[in-house]
């Protein structure tokens, strides 16, 4: 079974020099052929697929700060909502303002899917804590260099503050917690 | 020993008591209830989204 070879597939940018992420578009098309159309969307880009608009917004906390990142978030639009997909990724206060320029004084209801809600702290170093020694994320750490153990990370999802100010400033309806490992309709009844 | 399949991509073990399990990501109920005290102490904020898998939600109407 295969995704239609007349169906799209839209990936983030990539350049050689970024060699901390992989070509999707060479690496799609060497699995499933070189017919695949692969479009490439550049943060800030809009592709229109029917009624829906969908714009590309960086994807920042998978790598350590001083790796710049081509990796995508998503906002989804059509006239009457909005929803916001970022997965595993730190939403910062540039993600943030992307959202409240594109929706500000909009009516719409937009519904943000992100991880937790946290406290805006960031970690001691690239996806550490100071809580448990063998934490989630510390195995992303093995693969990294040793100076970017030590850089102060973003967490993933959104903080407090920055979760307030989008909600003031958009029509923010819902928050879906997201990327959690296992969504909370497959673990817990009637939640 | 157990194994699963995380992502597609990681094995990790899930028996607690191994001294190799790393804890996975996930939400409990807890989890949820104190998002959603978080979520009604915004003035005007928005809620959980009450959306089931599997099962289409108006967001127009919301």
Known sequence: MM???????????????????????????NVLG?????????????I????????????????????????????????DAAVAC??????????????????????????????????GETSPGFRDETGTLFNFTRLWAW?????????????????????????QATNLRFYLPYAMGTAPWFRIVDC | MRWELLHGFALLIVDSRDPLHIPMANLSADDLRVLSEKLQAIPSGPSLFPGKFGRPFPLTEA
């Open chain 1, 3 to 29: 995704l239609p070879e007349d169906i799209p597939i839209v990936v983030p940018d990539c350049h050689p020099d970024h060699m901390w992420e992989v070509d999707l578009s060479t690496l799609i098309r």
């Open chain 1, 34 to 46: 070189r017919r695949r159309k692969v479009i490439h969307l550049k943060h800030g880009e809009t």
């Open chain 1, 48 to 79: 229109t697929i029917g009624d829906i608009r969908e714009t590309a917004f960086p994807f920042f906390g998978e790598m350590p700060s001083s790796l710049k990142p081509f990796w995508n978030c998503y906002l989804f639009e059509t006239d």
């Open chain 1, 86 to 119: 970022a997965a595993d990724a730190a939403i910062t206060d540039k993600s943030v303002d992307f959202l409240i320029k594109r929706l500000r004084r909009k009516r719409k209801p937009l519904v943000l899917c992100a991880r937790l809600i946290h406290s």
């Open chain 1, 143 to 167: 693969y990294m260099r040793i100076w970017d153990l030590f850089q102060p990370g973003e967490e993933f999802g959104i903080s407090e503050s920055r979760f307030r100010k989008l909600s």
